[in-house]
């Protein structure tokens, strides 16, 4: 999500939606860019470098797909950390997913796959 704000006219309405946009896009699993408007014509470094990482970040990525091991009757939040062979955090990589789970059932071919 890219936020451009328009510096001679802030109102009160676009600084609240500021944090709750970007709880938003945390929550869902995306990203938030928060930019100054530049006036017309001005070239802005921080635009361009923030649309340089949105498009890599577009680009490259890697998709992870889990499957629950039993049925989840209520939405649940849940954590998802990258570590290293040691198992530590590695601190380089974002990682964006939604944080929390709707309720799912289990499908048989699930069940009757043995657990690893």
């Known amino acids: 999500m890219l936020l451009l704000h328009d510096h001679y006219l802030r109102t009160e309405e ?3 939606a500021v944090p709750l946009l ?9 990203g938030i860019v928060d930019l100054d408007d530049p006036p017309v014509g001005q070239r802005n470094p921080r635009l361009e470098a923030s649309l340089s990482k949105v498009y890599s970040q577009m680009t490259q990525f890697y998709e992870l797909g889990l499957g629950p091991l039993k049925a989840i009757d209520k939405e649940e939040r849940w954590d998802l950390e990258v570590v290293d062979s ?28 043995p657990v690893k």
């Open 86 to 113: 040691q198992g530590k955090k590695r601190k380089d990589i974002k990682v964006t997913y939604p944080r929390k789970v709707p309720a799912c059932g289990i499908s048989n071919a699930e069940k009757e796959a």
């Open 14 to 16: 676009s600084e609240r």
């Open 22 to 30: 970007t709880r938003l896009a945390d929550e869902t699993g995306g």
